[in-house]
């Protein structure tokens, strides 16, 4: 195989950030002592791996994918959504839409959020909107709506995150 | 009201397996046929252990008259004749109990058998609890089934069995897929020099296959894309170990070309033990246990994707 994007499992031609990001996760991934890959290769194919890896970043960055790194544009004080001024929403009943309304009033973008959080715009965005399905299981689903609730200085969070947990009890589920 | 509109449509067949004995496959797959159940899906639970099977004390139920040995046997003739309700509403078992000790790998013909009546059960989802190992049968069981889930834990033992179990899946998909796409005897030349060429993954094998037969390569990728695993993480006891299953779904996305979705983690929690004591479904005893709601999750996001099966 000796296409560096496709050692490292990228579409040809992605940045440099991207390439890098791929390259420190697999050479965590096939560390000597990483548990995740215990036993699915011998020690020899395990060096051969890494040294493939490596070749293949090195290449990447030798070769210089001369195209800037893309940011989306956007003009500075754009905000994501209108204002809104209407009452909360229950946060016994709707955990999910309490914490979209009160980020919204205090001004905060999912971007801003996401960058004291640490958890990612899509995934604030699943955990305002109630998306049941797409929320991650609850172990982590807890820690990052007691962290959300956290930023925002929601009274109390624990609450809040039981509060969201119950939505996925079946009592509240679908039906 | 979903179970009215899925009454129509054939079942849903999952298999819970991994190759270790003891990491909660039949705890898992016990409780998430209740979670099913109390959504008002239709469930069919089946102890596919056939060398141990224990799923009926799991749900409440003492070792019924009717099981898998009634078929082997041919006192029954058909796999409906031995489910026996569990009075969880919507929830119905298939047990393996006393089966016979020759049973673990029965007649080919016979499993054969076994597998059309699994998908033809008149149920919304058909739930196989798999034995350890990577017998035959597990394996079949595993990859004829629509959901083919793999439960780990956090231990280097129970890691090990499990990618030995991928593997075996994984190669006896691939030999049925390389007959299935008529290719020549080079591809199966390829497969036997896989090392002597230096090929060094199952991704890289089948790229090589598809050097050599640009067509047949591409019947072969396309059948293995299919095989989609999913993964559950059980008995998690420190933080670290939450970054176990996306990593492991690098390493198989990586090293077999297989995309392997990562479901979720599954906390220690004695109440599962305290259960199994009481006989009870831990859903039931402890419904709010991080067991139960680990369980609520896992089942909500293998529904998700179901309904999205349905549309295939
Ligand atoms: N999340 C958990 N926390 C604590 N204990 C657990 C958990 N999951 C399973 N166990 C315990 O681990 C033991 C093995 O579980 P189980 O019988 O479900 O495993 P199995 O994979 O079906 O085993 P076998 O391969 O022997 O059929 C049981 O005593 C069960 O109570
Ligand atoms: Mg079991």
Redesign the interface.
Known sequence: ?NDPYEVL?LARGVGLMEAERAYQ??R??YAED????????GSD?RR??LNAIEQAFREIVATGNQRPIAFPERPENMSDEPEEDGPLPDPVQHPGLYLGRLRRRTGLQLRDLAERTKISPSKLENIEQER??????????RGFVLEYARCLGVPDPRQLAENY?RL???AH??? | MESAVLKRRPSRVWAVGGGKGGVGKSAISSNLGVALARRGYRTVLVDADLGGANLHTMVGVPAPSRSLTELFTRAAGNLSEVIVPTGIPNLDLISGAHALLDMANPKHLQKQKIIRQLFTLDADIVLLDLSAGTSFTTIDFFLAAHEPIVVVIPTPTSIENAYHFLKAAFYRRLKGAIVRSGAGPLVDVALEQKLARGIRSPRELIRHITELDAVAGAAIAGEMTRLRPKLIVNQIRRQEELTLGEQMADACRDFFGVEMNFLGGIHNDDRVVYSIQLKRPALEAYPHSPFAMAIEGLALRLLAQHKEGDNE
């Open positions: 195989m499992g996760r697999l965590e991934l990483s548990l995740a890959t215990y036993a699915l290769l194919e051969e791996r049941l399905a797409q929320l991650p299981p609850p172990v982590y689903l947990l996925l009890a079946p589920g679908e039906q």
